[in-house]
């Protein structure tokens, strides 16, 4: 409920404010003097209220314990989150982005189930974490641009910075001996430089609304790591003054990883099983020129 009326005030203030601009405000703020209206540089700041789904699954004696980071443990699976985007075009048909978001989450929560591959009895605290940073950065041409669309394929990385840990002590079993135990920790982390493949599309609907577009994926299955990431977004942006604009969207993200614990340069060492999902509506702003 909470989630809903959040998306509808967000909505509200993005299409009032759209409204509320003068006719001729893109006229007197025309981005970098050109006939196109096509930002040369931009910066956005927003926020993102997201859902989340995590199983994940950590280390060789846990290969076969699945764990859903929310249901069994605790995570939030809906929260707020902060993202900043800036893009940058050097050329008509050449630019440059860069992201950042931080999808990092913390949980305490008695178990009430065993893990029997590491010998826990239902009973132990429980404390959780879970950090997914992610850094995006690429280049992208675009193959048709004129004054109303502009379509684009590009390269890129997205970095993954990858912490999971589980840390459970207090009354439960250990080593089949019943009462208090020493804390065990599972746990893995890793930063894996995925290289993606984009594709964008820029809508002009007006001189100042725009449909906004992207979608990037990567999949690879080699020397024992195989990774997956699929990343969409769509946004409807408006300019609200000579350099500043809003923008409502969406954006979804799925992240597969299994490695063996290699050492490789996409392995990373990471060794064990994540499936990720994330979906959310975002509510930023944008200044540009």
């Given at each position: 409920m909470k989630r809903t009326?959040?998306?509808?005030?967000?909505?509200?203030f993005f299409f009032l404010a759209c409204r509320a601009v003068p006719a001729d405000a893109y006229e007197r703020g025309r981005p970098w003097l050109s006939d196109q209206p096509w930002e040369k540089c931009s910066l956005t700041l927003g926020f993102f209220l997201t859902n989340f789904t995590?199983?994940?699954?950590?280390?060789?004696?846990?290969?076969?314990?699945?764990?859903?980071?929310?249901?069994?443990?605790?995570?939030d699976s809906t929260t707020a989150q902060f993202r900043l985007d800036a893009e940058y075009r050097a050329w008509r048909r050449h630019h440059f982005y860069f992201s950042y978001y931080d999808l990092s989450r913390?949980?305490?929560?008695?178990?009430?189930?065993d893990i029997p591959e590491e010998d826990i009895k239902a009973g132990g605290l429980a404390e959780t974490k879970?950090?997914?940073?992610?850094?995006?950065?690429?280049?992208?041409?675009?193959?048709?641009?004129?004054?109303?669309?502009?379509l684009g394929v590009g390269l890129g990385f997205h970095i993954l910075d990858v912490t999971a840990k589980l840390r459970v002590s207090g009354e439960g079993s250990a080593g089949g001996e019943e009462g208090s135990f020493d804390e065990q920790i599972l746990a893995e982390s890793t930063t894996l430089p995925l290289p993606v493949l984009g594709l964008r599309g820029?809508?002009?609907?007006?001189?100042?609304?725009?449909?906004?577009?992207?979608?990037?994926?990567?999949?690879?299955?080699?020397?024992?790591?195989?990774?997956?990431?699929?990343?969409?977004n769509i946004a409807l942006e408006g300019h609200v003054c000579r350099f500043f604009g809003l923008g409502m969207g969406f954006n979804f993200l799925h992240i597969q990883i299994?490695?063996?614990?290699?050492?490789?340069?996409?392995?990373?060492?990471?060794?064990?099983?994540?499936?990720?999902?994330?979906s959310g509506v975002a509510l930023y702003g944008k200044f540009f020129f």
């Open positions: 009326v959040g998306i509808c005030i967000m909505a509200l995590s199983d994940v699954s950590l280390g060789a004696a846990g290969g076969g314990l699945v764990l859903n980071l929310e249901d069994a443990l605790g995570l913390n949980a305490d929560k008695t178990l009430d189930f879970f950090d997914l940073k992610i850094y995006k950065a690429g280049y992208f041409f675009s193959f048709w641009n004129d004054d109303r669309v502009d820029n809508i002009a609907i007006t001189k100042r609304v725009f449909l906004k577009q992207s979608f990037d994926v990567f999949y690879i299955d080699l020397s024992g790591f195989e990774g997956l990431l699929m990343d969409a299994d490695g063996d614990g290699g050492d490789d340069f996409l392995g990373g060492g990471w060794n064990g099983k994540l499936d990720f999902d994330y």
